[in-house]
């Protein structure tokens, strides 16, 4: 099933309603002490976070700003997600606390993964912070759009 959440094709990959009625998920998944919206996010968010590369500043500085213009209700549930994530609520995700929200997905990780995850958003390899969470997390073809582009750089 991994397989098919990764695939690269848009049209062959598993979407969210997909991959949340595949029996890994009906049969190992009950997910009770988070939200469903949360549930319903955990593929998706670690999938991103996992494929996030290292941008130069000038790059992460223009996603900040996409960010704060996106203003949509994905940045409010990421924002939900990272307090979920955030289990002792000190602002910041570290790899124990990443293990853990990933423990309650299919996505197995071992402890080198993570740190190398970690290491890609943030520059310390330390934790992760809000503003590098909703960078990494954020799906960015829905906060890009053009109109938002030309207002970065005019
Ligand atoms: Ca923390």
Do not use: C
Request: hydrophobic share 40%; charged share 30%.
């Amino acid at each position: 099933m991994i397989r098919q959440l990764l695939k690269l094709d848009d049209s062959k990959r598993y979407d969210g309603k997909q991959a949340l009625n595949h029996k890994w998920f009906t049969k190992f998944a009950p997910h009770k002490d988070i939200s469903d919206e949360v549930n319903r996010l955990n593929d998706q968010v670690l999938s991103n976070l996992r494929n996030y590369k290292s941008v130069s500043h000038l790059k992460r500085k223009v996603m900040n700003m996409l960010i704060k213009m996106a203003n949509t209700n994905e940045v409010a549930v990421l924002t939900q997600y990272f307090k979920e994530v955030d289990i002792d609520g000190t602002g910041k995700i570290n790899a124990d606390e990443l293990k853990a929200i990933m423990d309650k997905t299919t996505i197995k990780m071992t402890n080198e993964e993570i740190n190398n995850v970690i290491k890609q958003i943030d520059e310390d390899g330390q934790n992760i912070t809000y503003s590098e969470f909703i960078a990494a997390a954020i799906d960015l073809r829905s906060i890009v759009t053009p109109e938002r582009v030309k207002a970065i750089f005019t």
